[in-house]
């Protein structure tokens, strides 16, 4: 089984310097690391031999980021699943190792999650299903294959995973975390914080985009997104 990770970044090089020295060491196998650049104001850090860079000229929102990783993935070679990483997250020892096996042993595996920030779901079927796994999310190229990339409408920021996993589990792939503990480094998210207004406002654009496309999703069965269109302002 071959995986591929993509590690998405956005300047913050301290953190994705820690990020690369820790969860590429720690992931209980090797794979082919591929660095997203969502338009960084110096050149993206080159500490980690990476199997490929692309490096937006000017800010890119994360939907467009991830669809920009998919294509360089699918460019590269035949992976048969993508990890996308965050570059303020730091994953438990044999994460990478965790996912492939379970990946393998459950049946239409859509999107795995390392257990981060929300309560547990109970144990079904022996694992912990969920409709949304957040954190840094394992992803089947079957998943890829079947409803394309991001949607990419939600940009610059917001609800694009849940989106994807709605639509992963209409098309009838199982979503659900396994069990660990990863740690969140990155931004102070508290009341009154700079990054809590910017998340708010974007939250409440996205909130309108998902409505927009329950009727596409739920009535016109319309799934599939092209991660070689980009319909953002964020271009």
Known sequence: MKVAVILLTQNRNDLTT???QTNFYNAGIDADCYLIDNGSDHVPITIYNFAGVN???GKRGIAAGVNAGIKLV???GNYDGIVLMANDILMPDNWLSDFMYYS????KTGIIGIHCVEALPPLVDGIHKTHTPFGNNYISMELIDTIGGYNTDYDPYGMQDSDYAERAILAGFTNYYIQGTSEHIGHDV???TEYRR???ESLAKAQAVWEKYQIVYHVEKNLYRDIYEDTSNNK
């Open 18 to 20: 820690k990020v690369c």
């Open 55 to 57: 490096a937006s000229y």
């Open 74 to 76: 699918k460019s590269k």
């Open 104 to 107: 393998i042993n459950v049946p």
């Open 190 to 192: 508290g009341n009154g």
């Open 198 to 200: 910017m998340k708010d």
